[in-house]
């Protein structure tokens, strides 16, 4: 079944930690996205990248970083500079051209 | 400025209601594509539609219904005979062709969507 994994489903980070979160597809999506859900509110974009070894900032990219060397995966580090990472965290991908965007389960990150 | 707002915060019906849920979105480009997605308790995005700013062509699918005005850059969504599998948080997105890069992918701008509780 083609599809979006993200892991882990809950995550807990310490004080100065680095976390990283995993998001994997197998669709042959070129792009692909980190978006981050706070209670209440929509979606932020975090990170995204159109093609391996390429990746942009979104409208709230500081703290967090990314890496993409493989085609099927996008991971996202949450580094200890993110004072308040405490959120709901979701990856998605889509194909070339204007295609729509398929999202993943999500990640739940809480701080300890 | 691109934005997009879901004035409903929270919606509360009983099942077998009909609802609608407003969609508004401001844009400059004359080509651009909405969307609405479903977000379940689960958390999982859902999507439901795909709309592009050439087609104003309402759409049905089975008990859901969605009127796109141009007019007054609208995009609502219909429920017809709810369930209360139907309770979720919605959300109505919008999409550029090109992002601020210029590149060829555009990314999604969300409203803050509408929490729908259907009763039994």
């Known amino acids: 079944d083609g599809g979006i994994t993200q892991s882990p489903k809950y995550l807990f980070r310490k004080e100065g930690q680095n976390v990283t979160l995993s998001c994997e597809q197998n669709l042959n999506h070129d792009a692909m996205y980190w978006y981050r859900q706070d209670p209440g509110q929509g979606l932020r974009l975090i990170y995204y990248?159109?093609?391996?070894?390429?990746?942009q900032k979104g409208d709230i990219a500081e703290g967090y970083s990314v890496s993409r060397e493989k085609k099927e995966s996008f991971p996202l580090t949450v580094t200890s500079a993110q004072k308040n990472p405490t959120a709901f965290y979701l990856c998605?991908?889509?194909?070339?051209?204007?295609?729509?965007?398929?999202f993943g389960p999500g990640t739940r990150l809480l701080v300890l | 400025a691109q934005k997009v707002t879901q004035a409903q915060t929270e919606i509360s019906v009983v099942e077998k209601e009909d609802v609608t849920l407003d969609c508004v979105y401001e844009t400059r480009d004359t080509t651009y594509y909405l969307f609405w997605y479903k977000q379940p308790p689960s958390g999982e995005l859902v999507f439901l539609i795909r709309r592009n700013s050439f087609d104003e062509q309402n759409e049905i699918s089975g008990r859901y219904s969605w009127n796109f005005q141009k007019s007054t850059s609208s995009f609502n969504f219909t429920i017809t005979a709810s369930q209360v599998v139907d309770s979720a948080v919605y959300f109505c997105a919008l999409r550029n062709p090109r992002d601020s890069y210029g590149g060829s992918q555009g990314n999604l701008i969300f409203g803050k969507g509408t929490k729908l509780s259907v009763k039994p």
């Open positions: 998605a991908s889509a194909g070339t051209g204007v295609e729509t965007q398929y």
């Open positions: 990248s159109q093609i391996v070894n390429d990746f």
